[in-house]
T-cell receptor, first 113, second 109 residues
Framework: EAQVTQNPRYLITVTGKKLTVTCSQN?????MSWYRQDPGLGLRQIYY?????VTDKGDVPEGYKVSRKEKRNFPLILESPSPNQTSLYFC????WGPGGEQFFGPGTRLTVL | RKEVEQDPGPFNVPEGATVAFNCTYS??????FFWYRQDCRKEPKLLMS???SGNEDGRFTAQLNRASQYISLLIRDSKLSDSATYLC??????????FGAGTRLTVKP
């Protein structure tokens, strides 16, 4: 089944404890992106990747890192999480770049205490 | 001011009603425009892309007015299953994506 998967789906952690949220797609898409969704603010883009080894900052990259070593994987890294990074995170991929339909993963709900 | 603005609603309409959502964007160099649908606690899914000439997909019609920097979505003959949050999405010229906060629709029997 063609899909975008994220792990973990739910995570509660403490301030400062490094964590990684994985994102994987099996559709051979070149474009991948990370978003966070907060009430009243909608989705905001964190980082995106047009292809392997190519990443760019989105609207709210501060406090996050990403890497794109393989086409299928695009992990989101929080080196030192803080409570203001408590949010719902979505990974997405697209075969046509940002100008086409994006396929979203199921989301990861992160709470930082 | 947010770069993409939507009326948050909620819109509560009876089945069979016609409902229209509006969206404005501030970056005149924006390149691509979309409407996504998001059900409660679920991931967004593409409803339709929005083209300059306007486009229709069944009961859904999308319009783009570049001069006014305005996008609209019209839903005719609303169904219960149309209840969701509708997200206006804009791709900037630098490939960054900008989402509106969403308009919530509830269709009632």
């Amino acid at each position: 089944e063609a899909q975008v998967t994220q792990n973990p789906r739910y995570l509660i952690t403490v301030t400062g404890k490094k964590l990684t949220v994985t994102c994987s797609q099996n559709m051979n898409h070149e474009y991948m992106s990370w978003y966070r969704q907060d009430p009243g603010l909608g989705l905001r883009q964190i980082y995106y990747s047009m292809n392997v080894e190519v990443t760019d900052k989105g609207d709210v990259p501060e406090g996050y890192k990403v890497s794109r070593k393989e086409k299928r994987n695009f992990p989101l890294i929080l080196e030192s999480p803080s409570p203001n990074q408590t949010s719902l995170y979505f990974c997405a991929s697209s075969p046509w770049g940002p100008g086409g339909e994006q396929f979203f993963g199921p989301g990861t709900r992160l709470t930082v205490l | 001011r947010k770069e993409v603005e939507q009326d948050p609603g909620p819109f509560n309409v009876p089945e069979g009603a016609t409902v229209a959502f509006n969206c404005t964007y501030s970056n005149s160099a924006s390149q691509s425009f979309f409407w996504y649908r998001q059900d409660c606690r679920k991931e967004p899914k593409l409803l339709m892309s929005v083209y300059s000439s306007g486009n229709e997909d069944g009961r859904f019609t999308a319009q783009l007015n570049r001069a006014s920097q305005y996008i609209s979505l019209l839903i005719r003959d609303s169904k219960l299953s149309d209840s969701a949050t509708y997200l206006c999405v804009v791709r900037r010229e630098d490939n960054d994506m900008r989402f509106g906060a969403g308009t919530r629709l509830t269709v009632k029997p």
